[in-house]
């Protein structure tokens, strides 16, 4: 176990933070006076307790730290008085202070005992766990702050290194001085006598100048010049004398420079060494500290949350093996087995909460560890700082180091220029005064990191104290945990407890079933034997049924034989009544048609259209008797005139009532009957539209044929039918066939079989199937009839258009053959030429649809009046309809007319024409048909 406690016990003056282990106990010794760490084993602590005893009994208190830097700081206190020293003394000094001397601080020491102690620990640990002690977070924080204060004793080491080098300088300036001064008296002392040697020259020089008188002049020299040449050779020689004296100084203080360049740059290399020793030592730490970070500290509080988080896993797993578990014993009451679910819903939701509180307490820690390694970078930051100062301070040195050739010229230079070098002097002195400004700010920066440093302290000491609250809280955290872990275990056995328990009822259980089922098995035997016989004798019963079957079979179909031939002869009886019947209905209807009259005559008014409502004459003059359908009245030049027809179409009458009119018609054709229907009327009056319709709304012709078909489906028991369509037009006299594409020219000819039919050779017939083929076929000659637009029609049709249906039927039952045939006639419209403004090609035209027209009106008037030539041949269309329009044949005519007040005249003629017709008796209309035979004519 570790602990803390901080023991001011046996240390007045310092405090003391002891590291106790079960092995060992180390004490950090902090001075109070200097703020000097180092550390202490146990019994340097001892012995240092009763040398402090013993101190504090003789009144004193002395300082480890003080103890720590007695060398530095008397070597402080000798350079501080240096300025009264020789050169030698100096220099012994300078050769005092030991770069290596760092390694003598208690810091060095703390760092060697630190090391043995780690040592110590890795070798104990081997030896008693055989693996690795992990180190206690308050160790590790320790060991920061540790790291901290040796880097503040660096700082102090810089401080002195600093101070070193002030008194250094202050040693070289007084020595300067007392060598400018030396210089300074030896340059008056030679000026001096430079001038008495000047002065002694002078006179010898005056005394050559002035005449002397006697022979004594002109015979020798005279004994004051030989003296003072005397003085002059003298002089010369002190001066030379002199002269090898300053070059000898100047030797020796070339001398001196050398070995004070030699001394500068062994320090500078010393302090470079240091530096890089403290580099090092930096990075170390670094390493040192990234390294306790990977494996203890943050990782520490990491390795407990992969701890419970593994706790945790295996809770899971647990509380999985518990569900299989439940699942297995899906067997126990409803009642136990949702209990135990709640209770393991309680679980896992306990165990959700504890999850989520640790991880809580995970982001904590990593807030934590933020929190620290911004004080970490911080703190490098500041020592970078400090490196930085360091630098400079290494810089401004070698600034100094680089300032001695200037002295050395001025000491040189001294001897001849005594202002200049004055002067200089002066400057140097000001830069003096310059650096210790220097000097003195580099202090107060060093005062100011100092009271950084103790604010970190306190920071560190913070932050310390909340890691222990965070470790208080963690382990508080993993003793709930590990008491829910227990809980959960205890509920877990309990469960499996009552799982065995129930699981043995339910083995019991089974057992007495099992019990139960062997005493039925050992009394079942018997039963087999009794249903052994009873399969048997039933056995026997059903191969006796299957002949009692048989017979019964063969009787039933007997009795089924009888009734089927009772009921085909009673179906004999129903069908010819029923054919009776239908020979009474044509009966009906033939003499229905006749009683009608066999020229039909309908008339439809055409509605006023939008078109119609332009131009003069737009009022109605066709009026209807809504209790007469077959009166028409047409006012014209204030008379009006009644027309009496068959049947008279509103000019709202729809396309199908219109066809209801002549279906009776149109379904004799399906007889045996030749019917022939036409549309007659002036031009755009409306007959293209009730024969042909439109597609949304179709006319006569398709709703015929559609009528045909469905009549021949009725009777397709009886008879079976074929139907053959052909289509011609009519155009100015020339016929053509409508449903071939070359539009040949045809041409009506007596059939060569002396039958006395018509017959057109080379007309196309098509036998039609169904109705949609119909409705192609009728498409086809729409589009191949000539239409043109004119003033009355915008497509007026200019041809009489003539769709031939044929229809053959046979009674599958008789064999007889019927052939009818259906003409349906959509008439050129008559108009006046002089209206509708035709000429040229289309006056030819309206010529030759009048004439024909006219042609059917004598046909008509013929026939009327019963003569015994009828004009069929006028015309190709009377020719053509002659076996349709002749006696014995069905005809119906659908009058078309206007009721506009400009066709007035056209729908008069139109009308008186259409009563002539109406009294056009055509006799009883006899049926093809050839009850022996094929119908010759027909086919
Ligand atoms: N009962 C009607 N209801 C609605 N529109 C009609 C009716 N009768 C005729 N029309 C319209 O009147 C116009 C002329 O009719 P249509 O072409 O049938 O006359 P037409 O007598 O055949 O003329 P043409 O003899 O010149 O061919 C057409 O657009 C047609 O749709």
Not at 342 to 362: A, D
Not at 794 to 803: D, E, G
Request: aromatic share 4%.
């Amino acid at each position: 176990m570790y602990g803390l406690h901080i023991s001011p016990r046996n240390i007045p003056v310092s405090w003391c933070l002891s590291v106790k282990s079960d092995r060992f106990i180390s004490y950090l010794v902090l001075d109070v006076y200097s703020f000097s760490p180092c550390i202490l084993s146990q019994n340097d602590m001892e012995t240092r307790h009763v040398s402090m005893e013993t101190q504090s009994r003789n009144g004193h208190t002395p300082s480890l730290a003080q103890r720590g830097f007695d060398r530095s700081s008397d070597s402080g206190g000798s350079s501080s008085d240096s300025d009264g020293l020789s050169d030698e003394e100096e220099d012994d000094d300078d050769g005092d202070q030991d770069p290596g001397a760092a390694a003598s601080t208690p810091l060095a020491a703390f760092l060697s005992f630190k090391q043995e102690a780690d040592r110590r620990t890795g070798s104990q640990g081997s030896l008693e766990h055989g693996g690795k002690v992990p180190e206690s977070p308050l160790v590790v924080v320790m060991s920061h702050l540790l790291s901290f204060l040796e880097q503040y004793a660096h700082l102090q080491q810089l401080q002195q290194q600093a101070e070193r080098y002030r008194s250094q300088l202050e040693q070289r300036r007084t020595r300067h001085r007392r060598q400018v001064r030396a210089l300074r008296a030896s340059y008056r002392q030679r000026l001096r006598d430079k001038n008495s040697v000047i002065g002694s020259l002078e006179e010898a020089m005056v005394q050559q100048a002035t005449p002397r008188g006697g022979d004594a002049g002109e015979y020798g020299p005279e004994p004051g010049f030989q003296a003072g040449l005397h003085r002059l050779v003298e002089s010369l020689c002190g001066l030379q004398g002199e002269r090898s004296r300053m070059c000898g100084e100047l030797h020796s203080l070339h001398c001196q420079l050398e070995q004070s360049e030699q001394e500068r740059h062994a320090r500078g290399q010393a302090c470079q060494q240091q530096i890089e020793e403290l580099k090092k030592c930096i990075e170390e730490r670094e390493e040192e500290l990234s390294r306790l970070r990977a494996e203890s500290g943050v990782t520490d509080s990491e390795k407990r949350v992969v701890c419970l988080t593994a706790e945790n896993e295996s809770l899971k797993q647990s509380l999985t093996v518990t569900q299989g578990l439940l699942q297995q014993l899906s067997v126990l009451p409803a009642q136990s087995s949702s209990m135990l679910l709640k209770e393991n819903e309680t679980l896992r939701s306990r165990v959700q909460q504890l999850e989520s509180s640790l991880h809580q307490r995970g982001e904590q820690l990593s807030r934590l560890e933020r929190h620290s390694e911004q004080s970490e970078w911080q703190r490098c930051e500041e020592l970078r700082r400090r490196e930085e100062r360091l630098r400079e301070l290494q810089l401004e040195l070698d600034k100094e180091r680089g300032k001695e050739p200037t002295v050395k010229y001025v000491t040189r230079t001294m001897e001849v220029e005594s202002p200049a070098t004055q002067r200089q002097l002066a400057e140097a002195r000001e830069r003096n005064e310059l650096l210790s400004d220097k000097l003195s700010t580099q202090s107060e920066t060093c005062r100011q990191l100092e009271k950084r440093l103790r604010l970190s302290d306190v920071e560190t000491a913070g932050l310390q104290q909340k890691i222990a609250a965070y470790e208080v809280e963690i382990e508080k955290l993993r003793r709930e945990l590990l008491k829910e872990i227990g809980h959960l275990e205890e509920r877990k056995e309990e469960a499996v407890r009552a799982a065995a328990e129930c699981s043995e009822q339910q083995l019991q259980s089974l057992r007495q079933q099992f019990m139960g089922l062997q005493k039925r098995l050992a009394a079942l035997p018997p039963t087999l034997r009794s249903v052994k016989t009873d399969y048997a004798s039933l056995r026997s019963q059903v191969r006796n049924f299957s002949d009692f079957y048989g017979a019964a079979v063969a009787e039933a179909k007997k009795q089924l034989s009888v009734v089927i031939s009772e009921m085909s002869e009673a179906n004999k009886d129903l069908l010819e009544k029923y054919r009776k019947e239908v020979a009474l209905r044509r009966k009906y209807h033939e003499q229905l048609l006749e009683l009608k009259g066999n020229i039909r005559v309908l008339c439809r008014v055409k509605p006023v259209l939008r078109e119609d409502q332009q131009g003069d004459g737009q009022a109605v003059v066709v009026t209807t008797d809504p209790d007469n359908e077959s009166a028409i009245i047409v006012l014209q030049k204030g008379k009006s005139r009644t027309f009496e027809l068959d049947k008279v179409f509103q000019p709202q009458a729809t396309q199908e009532e219109v066809f209801q009119e002549i279906e009776p018609l149109v379904t004799s054709c399906i007889d045996g009957y030749h019917v022939c229907i036409f549309a007659y009327g002036q031009t755009g009056s409306g007959k293209t539209y009730t024969m042909e319709g439109t597609v949304e709304n179709p006319g006569i012709n398709q709703r015929a044929l559609k009528h045909l078909f469905s009549e021949m489906e009725d009777k397709k028991d009886m008879w079976t039918y074929s139907v053959n369509v052909s289509s011609v037009e009519i155009y100015n006299e020339v016929l053509r066939d409508l449903l071939s594409k070359d539009g040949e020219k045809l041409d009506i000819k007596m059939n060569p079989d002396g039958t006395g039919q018509l017959h057109v050779p080379g007309l196309r017939v098509i036998e039609v199937k169904n109705f949609k083929h119909i409705k192609k076929i009728l498409a086809m000659a729409k589009r191949n009839r000539i239409t043109f637009g004119t003033q009355m029609n915008h497509n007026s049709s200019r041809s009489h258009a003539l769709l031939t249906i044929t229809v053959l039927g046979t009674d599958l039952i008789s064999g007889a053959k019927t052939c009818g045939k259906l003409n349906l006639v959509d008439l050129a419209g008559s108009e006046r030429v002089w209206k509708s403004g035709a000429e040229g090609e289309r006056l030819k035209e309206a010529q030759n649809i009048n004439r024909s027209l006219l042609a059917l009106g004598d046909v008509i008037q013929a026939l009327r009046g019963r003569q015994t030539h009828v004009p069929f041949r006028n015309s190709r269309l009377t020719y053509l309809l002659q076996d349709s329009l002749g006696k014995g044949n069905k005809t119906a005519m659908v009058v078309q007319i206007s009721a506009l007040e400009r066709n007035v005249g056209e729908t008069m003629c139109s009308l008186k024409f259409a009563q002539r017709v109406c009294k056009v008796e055509l006799g009883p209309a006899t049926q093809k048909i050839d009850r022996t035979a094929l119908c010759e004519q027909c086919s």
